[in-house]
């Protein structure tokens, strides 16, 4: 009977990537690891070859598509590489496009017109599966959406929120100084559920930021640092957050899917 040759795994993705001379071994680096990507070799010498290049035997992952609207160029229309879109660029007399990661959002765009679509990017919103789109559906146009804009070296930041389905700004604040993105985030949403509770309003509000989600529902902010004013704009908004209640739901808004949110400065 023929002696069973030995063979050896690699694993490019898994919780340990590296070559492995056992299955046992390769199994322990794979299960329950999401897209794991392992393969067996008959010798050492290809799988350490194979682990160091992977190109060489793995299949490329596949190319996103981007579909991208021309509104103002020489043929204005949705096309789905850019070549064809430059060349409807090219020569038009200042041309509006924009690239768009899901074809469902790039055919909304081109109904909507360029204005709304301005200064923000929409590459890594996708199209949905039909269990993703009845879990997450589209986000809900009455209703308020915060973000905020810092710049990490000076510490300066303002924050704002917008109308979801118009953008018209109801409220803005900043530049103030030495803060950070997650302080203007939460006091965004601070800010929104105070000028909602006094108009007496239940409407919902989106933020893109799980962070200052969290310190609302906790009730406390916890930057890493923050200068006076800022701190005292915080202790502000806690006190406000303890004295208060509050009914409007506080939501995620899902960026991968439908682009930046409404309330987004445009400066990423």
């Known amino acids: 009977m023929a002696k069973k040759k030995n063979k050896y795994y690699v694993v490019w993705e898994g919780h340990v990537p590296g070559v492995y001379h056992t299955w046992a071994e390769c199994q322990q680096q794979t299960s329950g690891y999401a897209d794991a ?5 008959d010798s050492l010498e290809e799988a350490e070859k194979a682990f160091q290049n992977p190109e060489l035997v793995l299949p490329k992952k ?7 609207v021309v509104w103002e160029g020489l043929s204005p229309g949705i096309y789905t590489d850019w070549d064809s879109a430059k ?10 496009y924009k690239a768009f990661g ?16 301005e200064g923000r990017g929409f590459k890594k919103t996708r199209d949905l599966s039909q269990e993703e789109l009845d879990e997450i559906g589209l986000p809900i146009p009455e209703s308020i959406s915060v973000d905020a804009a810092s ?16 953008g018209t700004e109801v409220f803005k604040v900043g530049p103030l100084r030495e803060g950070s993105n997650n302080i203007g985030e939460f006091l965004a949403l601070v800010h929104a559920l105070a000028y909602l509770k006094k108009s007496r309003s239940s409407l919902p509000i989106y933020s893109d930021s799980r962070i ?8 406390k902010a ?3 640092k923050a200068g006076a004013k800022a701190r005292a704009l915080i202790r502000r908004a806690e006190a406000w957050l303890k ?26």
């Open 222 to 224: 916890r930057p890493k």
């Open 243 to 268: 004295n208060n209640d509050y009914d409007n739901p506080i939501w995620k808004w899902h960026t991968k899917v439908w682009g930046e949110i409404p309330a987004d400065f445009g400066r990423k």
């Open 212 to 219: 200052a989600m969290g310190w609302v529902k906790n009730g």
């Open 62 to 68: 596949k190319k996103k598509p981007l579909y991208y």
């Open 87 to 96: 060349k409807q660029i090219e020569g038009a007399t200042r041309p509006k």
């Open 151 to 166: 710049n990490a070296k000076t510490g300066v930041f303002e924050y704002r929120g917008v109308i979801t389905d118009s």
């Open 102 to 117: 899901s074809k469902m959002l790039a055919e909304t765009a081109y109904e909507e017109g360029p204005d709304k679509y």
């Open 37 to 41: 990507r392992f393969r067996s070799f």
